[in-house]
């Protein structure tokens, strides 16, 4: 459906070709590094297969605030936490992880903070003062898609179909 590009692109992820990939899967999307030599690494975290399935908006958005608090209280190298905006998952940025055991310690605070998002009594900061769109929340959304993910966590390494 609509026109696909043949060149190569210069986001990493528009060069992934969707319909080969095997969701729920956490892969390596990019790595840089800076001229002081510390290694960024962004993840790709899959929740649902795309253009099969998606996550709702609020699920997206409670997911979005409660990760990026809860994996802070495992990790101080965590940057960035950002939602998709095909609404299929998320990319985790963090600084140096290989210093501390890349990708399989990486795995191992995903699922601590996705632990955490599963038995979370509030989202944190979903009100007026913290957040853009605070009435736009679903906590048993975000914790219904955290469970599903954590229980086919033996997939996760699994990228393509
Ligand atoms: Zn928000």
């Given at each position: 459906m609509g026109q696909q590009s043949t060149g190569r692109m210069n986001v990493e992820s528009f060069n992934l070709d969707h319909r080969t990939v095997a969701a729920p899967y956490v892969r390596v999307a990019d790595t840089k590094q800076l001229p002081g030599g510390a290694v960024i690494t962004?993840?790709?975290v899959r929740f649902t297969q795309p253009n099969e399935g998606h996550l709702e908006m609020p699920t997206v958005h409670s997911l979005e605030h409660t990760m990026a608090e809860k994996i802070r209280d495992h990790v101080d190298n965590v940057i960035d936490v950002s939602p998709m905006g095909c609404q299929t998952g998320f990319y985790f940025t963090v600084v140096n992880q290989d210093?501390?055991?890349?990708?399989?310690?990486?795995?191992?605070v995903l699922a601590?903070?996705?632990?955490?998002?599963?038995t979370a009594t509030e989202v944190p900061a979903a009100?007026?003062?913290?957040?853009?769109?605070?009435a736009s929340h679903d906590l048993a959304g975000a914790q219904q898609a955290a469970q599903a993910f954590l229980d086919q966590r033996d997939a996760w390494q699994e990228v393509h179909r």
């Open positions: 962004k993840y790709d210093e501390r055991g890349g990708m399989l310690a990486f795995l191992d601590a903070a996705l632990g955490d998002v599963v009100n007026e003062v913290q957040c853009g769109w605070a």
